[in-house]
């Protein structure tokens, strides 16, 4: 009983303090913390595409599909006619015969253009298709479009493919990143942005793709450099400057008939070419393009673009 009596009394002694200080802590309350951040998604809201407004995609009277970059970046998509796998009713064109045959939108080709402007009709390239660097979005209008794009090589019944370049901002930064594979393919790329102040910013984004083939004698070569500069006149104008410089240099062939190869009657590795080294496919672009846009109000804005 005397050896109860000392425990009791040591656990009073010992949970007092406690008990003490729970009562005697003074109380508060804490501010509102307010978070902000801006959430990556593969779906976009919005196109300018199809109206040459911002309108939301469900309001658009046409089938538009929008590929973003996160959805480009996450699925590593290298060319167009990568990503173009993500959109219904579209046969993408391979690398290799990119110059030559252009997307096909519910049968019919369809035209390329970059930011708004046509830059792609068949062999008459000026925009190198196999590079997705320094692209932020790819917007596919299918059905007819000659009424906002008038009558190229596809819009009056296949479509529009247009990229939008991503444009320079007021925040520092940017990637370089090395990709390596069979075949002794080597790909180096990146896009760096600068602010340089008083409104001003700068954007570099290029890379360079130098492979063979797992067709005999087939190999290619490609470089691309495409800089941005863009001033910010007042608060509702701006001006943005954009080039590219690219290099692409391959031997356009496609294959053999899968029905010759797969059967195993022909070498599936086989070039049937001429034995005498082929000159390659070579195309040198050299393009500029100005755009002077005004906000008139938040939904309200004018774009003048020029390109050469």
Known sequence: ??????????????????????????????????????????????????????????????????????????QDRRTLGDALVNVSGVTPTRSEEVLFIPPIVRGFPAEVYLDGLPVFAGNQQAYDPNSLVGIERIDVLKGPTATLYGGGLGTPLGGVINLESARPSDKAGGYVAMRA????????????????GNGIAARVAGEYQKNDSWIDKVHGERWSIQPSLSFQIDPATD????????????????????DAALAGTIDRHAFPGSPIDQPPTTNDIRMGMATLRHSFSGSVHRTDPDIR
């Open 1 to 74: 009983m005397k050896t109860s009596i000392i425990a009791l009394t040591a656990a009073i002694a010992i949970t007092s303090p406690a008990i003490a200080q729970t009562r005697g802590a003074p109380s508060w309350t804490s501010d509102t913390i307010v978070v902000t951040g801006k959430r990556e998604s593969y779906a976009a809201p919005d196109t300018a595409a199809a109206t040459r407004t911002d309108t939301p995609l469900i309001q658009v009277p046409q089938s538009v599909q929008v590929l973003t970059r996160t959805l480009i970046q996450e």
């Open 181 to 196: 594979g069979s075949f002794s393919t080597w790909n180096p790329y990146g896009d760096i942005n600068v602010p340089l």
């Open 239 to 258: 001006v943005l400057l954009q080039g590219q410089f690219s290099h692409r240099s391959n031997l356009e062939y496609s294959g053999l008939p899968a």
